[in-house]
């Protein structure tokens, strides 16, 4: 399967604590996005990579999350000292640079509840 | 400011029955718009995609939609509705020439009746 992956696919966790996720994009994608997705809603943006450059973070990344992607390839989301609020789907997404169209392609998302 | 409006939360059909999902957009410039589906616990998938030319575009599973600049509007359509349909459907707009944000609705959920 070539599309985007995401682990863990499923995280509870205690108040207070941190979490990280991780997303795999297409391979030969360049662009990667982060989205939040709370229930009843459409996804909103966090934030987008291009190759390992973060170019561009919403006012949602608050100080509590920080978004990597190291060597443009994977990228992980940190949130610290989670807080109940932050229980949503957190999709990640791919792109390819061609054309310039912002077509992208979701992972099945980790959905984070906060206890 | 960029928005995209669903203005059903919600629709139910029957199966077999024709389908009309309504999206209006507000973008400044050229939008790229797009028709995603999601079905539960599952990520999201591309039904179509509108960039420029015919402003009537065709997409996976039967679906079709329609571009109204006049009208700012993107309404999805399908003549026949399955069963197999029933998802969260989302209307998306983004940024021409490498747009890399999208801006999403707050879904339609739809409901199939046998």
């Known amino acids: 399967d070539t599309g985007v992956s995401q682990d863990p696919r499923h995280k509870i966790t205690k108040r207070g604590q941190n979490v990280t996720f991780r997303c795999d994009p297409i391979s030969e994608h360049n662009r990667l996005y982060w989205y939040r997705q709370t229930l009843g809603q459409g996804p909103e943006f966090l934030t987008y990579?291009?190759?390992?450059?973060?170019?561009?973070k919403s006012r949602l990344l608050s100080d509590r999350f920080s978004a990597e992607r190291p060597k443009g390839s994977f990228s992980t989301l940190e949130i610290q000292r989670t807080e109940q609020g932050d229980s949503a789907m957190y999709l990640c997404?791919?792109?390819?640079?061609?054309?310039?169209?912002?077509?992208?392609?979701f992972g099945p998302g980790t959905r984070l509840t906060v206890t | 400011a960029q928005s995209v409006t669903q203005p059903d939360i919600h629709i139910t059909v029957s199966e077999g029955a024709s389908l009309e999902l309504r999206c209006n957009y507000s973008?400044?410039?050229?939008?790229?718009l797009f028709w995603y589906v999601q079905s539960p616990g599952q990520g999201l998938q591309l039904l179509l995609k509108?960039?420029?030319?015919?402003?009537l575009v065709q997409g996976i599973k039967g679906f079709e939609a329609e571009f109204k600049r006049s009208q700012s509007s993107f309404n999805l359509r399908k003549p026949s509705v399955h069963w197999s349909d029933a998802a969260e459907y989302f209307c998306a707009v983004g940024a021409v020439g490498g747009g890399f944000k999208t801006i999403f609705g707050a879904g339609t959920r739809l409901f199939v009746k046998a």
């Open positions: 990579f291009q190759n390992e450059a973060q170019l561009e």
């Open positions: 973008y400044g410039a050229t939008p790229y």
């Open positions: 509108y960039f420029s030319g015919d402003t």
């Open positions: 997404a791919s792109s390819s640079p061609s054309g310039g169209a912002s077509e992208q392609y």
